[in-house]
């Protein structure tokens, strides 16, 4: 009687709770740190430090993610190349950085600073790509201050673009003089 029974108990497997167990682990970081400096060289001119609140490694995702980010990169003599901030920001270990939430990119090699809702550091290309609708200011060490949408900065040629401009002031007659002559001094 008992041997009739077993064909008619079912036997059922859950692939969906392996499929859950492995998407929560990707979602979990490996490693959880708080007030943490990272450091790692661009190259062997270049050294970029992430200084952060709070951060945590995704190893099987190949990124560290940061919230309440400043960042420095700074060349072989120590001088400041760029430096910034932003609410969060995920570092790809292919050396791309994602900044997120009121960022700030100020680069003295190109006497500029971008102010963002968010920006994507393309470090192999050397370049810095806003999303298409996001408002953007753009302010030059001379005083002029664009306002658009959509920029892309080449750090390589030194050239910003703005997919939509929506406005441009520049400083006076006067100011701009003195800003010359104290470039020259």
């Known amino acids: 009687m008992v041997a009739l029974w077993l064909p008619l108990i079912g036997c059922e497997i859950n692939y969906e709770e392996g499929e859950l167990l492995r998407e ?14 990272y450091s ?8 970029i430090t992430i200084s952060a609140r709070k951060a945590e490694s995704f190893e099987q995702l190949a990124y560290l993610k940061f919230e309440e980010v400043a960042f420095i990169e700074s060349g ?24 997120e939430g009121d960022v700030i990119f100020q680069s003295y090699e190109h006497n500029a600073t971008i102010r963002a809702p968010y920006l994507l550091w393309d470090d192999t290309n050397q370049l810095i790509t806003g999303r298409a609708n996001d408002r953007v200011e753009v302010t030059r060490e001379s005083g002029t201050h664009i306002v658009g949408r959509g920029v892309e900065a080449d750090l390589q040629t030194r050239r910003i673009t703005l997919k939509e401009t929506e406005g441009i002031i520049y400083p006076e007659p006067e100011e701009r003089a003195a800003t010359t002559l104290g470039d020259e001094q």
């Open 40 to 47: 790692y060289k661009r190259t062997r001119e270049r050294l």
């Open 24 to 37: 929560l682990s990707e979602q979990t970081p490996l490693l959880q740190f708080i007030e943490a400096d």
């Open 76 to 99: 072989r003599e120590g001088n400041i190349l760029n430096s910034g901030s932003a609410e969060s920001a995920i570092y790809y270990f292919n050396n791309n950085i994602e900044l």
